[in-house]
């Protein structure tokens, strides 16, 4: 737990997790499912959601997988990140909807999810949400193969874990936060001059060590500042975060 808790970076703080699952069930199965609620502005950096997810969020699986972390094996056909959570996928829908842990020593007698495992190896079976403050964040779970592994103290182990996981990962995202307060402009989201500098000077050193040429392109706005004067700074503001997200979209993200 303390390796979790000690972590600034949220794939290491899902690693760790699923590391102390496994060390203190003796269980080597297990998935964490992080989601998109629905009608959310934009997911993570990298996972773009399919036109098609919000409508089919509306219908059925109100939750889109962000990220599906699984400890071994093949992940099961239909986790796709950017697309909705499988409707067959009564347990983690559960959780999710419900906002409640599942406990099964032993799932195939379990009268109400035992249809749930109809096919797959599961025996037994804990499920836990993760919170980030009052937001839900996802769904860390074990599975075990075999009946009777599971028991409460597992269970009250799993909860516990969430809750670190769920601080550690509030941490992990206010540090990011100040982060990229420290090193991009409020206004439009681009670095300072002061990342710049060290940047342009790695870059200009790898070209020289590598024998190759270098481009630098400065761009001004035409009359932006008779512009700025006629129609005020708030539009101003606005032309310089429209052209700065362009500049953005036409660059390459390395």
Do not use: C
């Amino acid at each position: 737990a303390a390796d979790v808790s000690s972590q600034l970076d949220p794939e290491k703080i899902y690693e760790k997790a699923m590391e102390a699952a496994i060390a203190l069930t003796g269980n080597p199965n297990g998935t964490f499912i992080l989601y998109v609620p629905p009608r959310v502005e934009a997911p993570a950096s990298g996972v773009q959601l399919d036109a098609d997810a919000n409508a089919s969020a509306s219908a059925g699986s109100p939750f889109v997988i962000k990220k599906y972390y699984l400890v071994k094996g093949d992940r099961p056909a239909g986790y796709e990140e950017g697309k909705p959570i499988p409707g067959r996928d009564l347990v983690h829908l559960f959780i999710l909807e419900n906002r409640q842990s599942i406990f099964l020593a032993n799932a195939r007698s379990d009268a109400l999810f035992s249809h749930a495992f109809e096919g797959t190896p599961i025996r037994g079976y804990i499920g836990v949400p993760v919170y980030t403050g009052d937001e839900l964040h996802g769904v860390l779970s074990i599975e075990s193969h075999e009946d009777g592994v599971f028991d409460h103290d597992h269970w009250h182990f799993m909860a516990l874990l969430a809750d670190i996981v769920g601080s550690a990962l509030q941490d992990a995202f206010l540090y990011e936060r100040i982060r990229q307060l420290a090193i991009r402009d409020g206004l439009t989201g681009l670095y300072v001059h002061s990342v710049f500098q060290p940047r342009f000077a790695e870059e200009f050193g790898r070209a020289k060590a590598g024998g190759r040429a270098l481009a630098l392109l400065m761009i001004d706005i035409d009359h932006f500042k008779n512009f700025n004067d006629e129609h005020g700074h708030l539009v101003g503001d606005r032309v310089l975060k429209e052209v700065s997200a362009e500049l953005v979209r036409l660059t390459r993200k390395d």
